[in-house]
């Protein structure tokens, strides 16, 4: 059993910057692939960013790469997720999640838990 509890989310102008993290519990943190994905109202979830469980591999959509960067800390059980040159477009509802099998990262399918969600707002 993992949970997640996302954090670092807010108000910020448009070329901004903002930094969010995602604490996790249980003992097996360092087994999952954790991924991050947002949604905006009458939107479906989206996906962001994923990392492999070590850290080795980074995924990116397209629409946030070269701007964001995640990251993730195995012995403090955290996962971030640096945003640079934030836009109106990246104003959503940011979630943590975490996968337990191997799979397609931008698949909402693949992730066991999830957390409940930071809003990011981005003003123009």
């Known amino acids: 059993q993992v949970q997640l509890v996302e954090s670092g989310g807010g108000l910020v102008q448009a070329g901004g910057s903002l930094r969010l993290s995602c604490a996790a519990s249980?003992?097996?943190?360092?087994?999952?692939?954790m991924g991050w994905f947002r949604r905006t109202p009458g939107k479906e979830r989206e996906f962001v960013s994923a990392?492999?469980?070590?850290?080795?591999?980074?995924y990116y959509a397209d629409s946030v790469k070269g701007r964001f960067t995640i990251s993730r800390d195995n012995a403090k059980k955290m996962v971030y997720l640096q945003m640079n040159s934030l836009k109106a477009d990246d104003t959503a509802v940011y979630y943590c999640?975490?996968?337990?099998?191997?799979?397609?990262?931008?698949?909402?399918?693949?992730?066991?838990?999830w957390g409940q969600g930071t809003q990011v707002t981005v003003s123009s």
């Open positions: 999640a975490a996968a337990s099998k191997n799979g397609p990262v931008a698949t909402i399918l693949l992730y066991d838990y």
């Open positions: 990392i492999s469980s070590r850290g080795g591999s980074t």
């Open positions: 249980g003992r097996t943190f360092s087994s999952y692939s």
